[in-house]
């Protein structure tokens, strides 16, 4: 089944230390995102990208770091710069990209909840 | 700032009542929208999208848009107590840089369904 696979589900860190989560999609989907939603709020984004090899800045950036080397696959790094990781982070992907009159459908995984410890 | 309110709720109806959940957006190019079902401690999933004004129907869902008001709601008919759940609305927006149109998500409103 086609699908956005994040893991793993639960990761715990120590302060100043950097991790990564992984986020996979087999949809053969452009464009993938990440989003962190914090308890009774809506979703921020992060970081996205549109094609290989490329990425922008989303409205809450800092501290954060992404890659895209295959299309099928988009990491994210939440560095120890980052101030107050602890949130649930979602992992999305959509069929085109984020320009144009007519926006294209985001499909989320199941997400990653991080704790700092 | 480009917004998206949502009422937060808690919306509470009885099972086999029409719940009606608004959403008011702020940016008035956009011209795609979306209804997400957020389950406790779950990622969210897409319910519904509508890009013309009017109504789109799909099952016991539907979603109403007006731009002219920037407006967007979402209609659950025979709510079920599987319905109880977090519904977000989305919308594309011009980015906070300015320089792409990104997703902009309200803050969601709390659905119990009452047997």
């Known amino acids: 089944d086609g699908g956005i696979t994040q893991s793993p589900k639960y990761l715990f860190r120590k302060e100043g230390q950097n991790v990564t989560l992984s986020c996979e999609q087999n949809?053969?989907?452009?464009?993938m995102y990440w989003y962190r939603q914090d308890p009774g709020q809506g979703l921020r984004l992060i970081y996205y990208?549109?094609?290989?090899?490329?990425?922008q800045k989303g409205d809450i950036a800092e501290g954060y770091s992404v890659s895209r080397e295959k299309k099928e696959s988009f990491p994210l790094t939440v560095t120890s710069a980052q101030k107050n990781p602890t949130a649930f982070y979602l992992c999305?992907?959509?069929?085109?990209?984020?320009?144009?009159?007519?926006?294209?459908?985001?499909?989320f995984g199941q997400g990653t909840r991080l704790t700092v410890l | 700032q480009k917004e998206v309110e949502q009422n937060s709720g808690p919306l509470s109806v009885p099972e086999g009542a029409i719940a009606s959940l608004n959403c008011t957006y702020s940016?008035?190019?956009?011209?795609?929208f979306f209804w997400y079902r957020q389950y406790s401690g779950k990622s969210p999933e897409l319910i519904m999208s509508?890009?013309?004004?009017g109504d789109k129907e799909d099952g016991r869902f539907t979603a109403q848009l007006n731009k002219a008001s920037q407006y967007v709601s979402l209609l659950i008919r025979d709510s079920q107590p599987s319905d109880s759940a977090t519904y977000l609305c989305a919308v594309n927006m011009i980015s906070f840089s300015g320089s792409a149109r990104q997703l902009t998500f309200g803050s969601g409103t709390q659905l119990t369904v009452l047997p």
């Open positions: 999305a992907s959509s069929i085109g990209g984020t320009s144009g009159a007519s926006y294209n459908e985001q499909l």
């Open positions: 940016d008035r190019g956009s011209q795609s």
């Open positions: 949809l053969n989907h452009d464009a």
């Open positions: 990208s549109q094609i290989v090899n490329d990425f």
């Open positions: 509508i890009y013309s004004n």
